[in-house]
């Protein structure tokens, strides 16, 4: 099969633990672009975060963010796919979460917004290197359309709370987790594995001629999708199950084992 898209998460998989592009995962990136190959970034991250990783590697094409409720040409900045939360399941989460304390963050024209300042909301605008906005009036922002919405809690706590919601909200949003500690609510048709078709059809290949690198339960709907899923070898085990190949891990220059081995056929 000769692969003419690949479609890479960043945080576990294309950056490792130190939150770097490791430089033989860099080399085999610019091969793959310089063969014709197109390489884009699929992440759960808001856009203006993936951008900062895309312009490291020198991308200029569409990035899949927010899970793949957003997908944004790197270049011209036209807005090529969008999907937003419905303004009614927005409104029972924010009541939700209002009552039994959860931190929840959404995510409006690619700015993030939270009701207050509190460590969770620190920890996570660190790990992206992305601003916030503060406001007071919170549930205010449950009718203006959010990209994503994201609850930040301890993992049994989220669990649980995903368990009790999906038949509640399962028919409206797609849920799923980036990290044990993040839910993460999206549109129905919001998912990687949906940019992953969209993008594929925008460069006029099939998905069979796809490749999709992720580690965590939100690249799930993209390795089913691509023509060769793949899990890095940190990927939570439930993702190994679906995969067709399990490549070393982030810290091991998986990304870059995937493309010398499929595309570059080193």
Same mark, same amino acid.
């Not at 009701?115 to 549930?139: H, M, Q, T, V």
């Given at each position: 099969?000769?692969?003419?898209?690949? =479609?890479?998460?960043?945080?576990?998989?294309?950056?490792?633990?130190?939150?770097?592009?490791?430089?033989?995962?860099?080399?085999?990136? $610019?091969?793959?672009?310089? +063969?014709?190959?197109?390489?884009?970034? /699929?992440? !759960?991250?808001?856009?203006?975060?993936? @951008?900062?990783? =895309?312009?490291?590697?020198?991308?200029?094409?569409?990035?899949?963010?927010?899970?793949?409720?957003?997908?944004?040409?790197?270049?011209?900045?036209?807005? #090529?796919?969008?999907?937003? %939360?419905?303004?009614? %399941? =927005?409104? $029972?989460?924010?009541?939700?979460?209002?009552?039994?304390? *959860?931190?929840?963050?959404? *995510?409006?024209?690619?700015?993030?917004?939270?009701?207050?300042?509190?460590?969770?909301?620190?920890?996570?605008? @660190?790990?992206? +290197?992305?601003?916030?906005?503060?406001?007071?009036?919170? /549930? @205010? #922002?449950?009718?203006?359309?959010?990209? @994503?919405?994201?609850?930040?809690? $301890?993992? $049994?706590?989220?669990?649980?709370?995903?368990?009790?919601?999906?038949?509640?909200?399962?028919?409206?949003?797609?849920?799923?987790?980036?990290?044990?500690?993040?839910?993460?609510?999206?549109?129905?048709?919001?998912?990687?594995?949906?940019?992953?078709?969209?993008?594929? +059809?925008?460069?006029?290949?099939?998905?069979?001629?796809?490749?999709?690198?992720?580690?965590?339960?939100?690249? =799930?709907?993209?390795?089913?999708?691509?023509?060769? !899923? %793949?899990?890095?070898?940190?990927?939570?085990?439930?993702?190994?199950?679906? /995969?067709?190949?399990?490549?070393?891990? +982030?810290?091991?220059?998986?990304?870059?084992?995937?493309?010398?081995?499929? %595309?570059?056929?080193?």
């Amino acid at each position: 099969m000769t692969y003419k898209l690949i =479609a890479i998460d960043i945080d576990d998989t294309l950056i490792n633990d130190d939150k770097k592009i490791l430089p033989g995962t860099r080399s085999s990136i $610019e091969a793959a672009i310089a +063969n014709g190959v197109v390489v884009t970034i /699929a992440t !759960g991250r808001m856009y203006a975060s993936a @951008k900062q990783l =895309a312009k490291q590697l020198d991308l200029n094409v569409p990035i899949i963010s927010y899970q793949g409720s957003f997908v944004k040409d790197g270049q011209d900045g036209s807005v #090529l796919y969008e999907r937003s %939360v419905p303004i009614d %399941v =927005a409104q $029972e989460l924010f009541k939700l979460s209002a009552e039994r304390g *959860y931190h929840i963050q959404a *995510y409006i024209n690619d700015e993030l917004y939270a009701a207050e300042e509190n460590d969770r909301l620190l920890a996570y605008c @660190k790990l992206s +290197n992305i601003p916030y906005k503060i406001e007071a009036d919170f /549930a @205010k #922002l449950a009718s203006i359309p959010s990209t @994503k919405l994201l609850m930040i809690d $301890e993992p $049994e706590k989220l669990d649980l709370l995903m368990e009790e919601l999906q038949p509640r909200f399962g028919d409206r949003v797609h849920m799923t987790k980036s990290k044990p500690n993040f839910l993460e609510f999206v549109h129905k048709e919001g998912t990687k594995g949906d940019a992953l078709r969209f993008l594929a +059809n925008y460069f006029g290949c099939t998905i069979e001629e796809t490749i999709a690198i992720g580690d965590s339960w939100n690249d =799930a709907e993209m390795i089913e999708a691509a023509g060769l !899923g %793949v899990a890095m070898g940190n990927a939570v085990p439930s993702l190994k199950e679906i /995969a067709d190949y399990i490549t070393a891990s +982030n810290n091991d220059e998986g990304v870059k084992q995937v493309i010398d081995k499929f %595309v570059l056929n080193k």
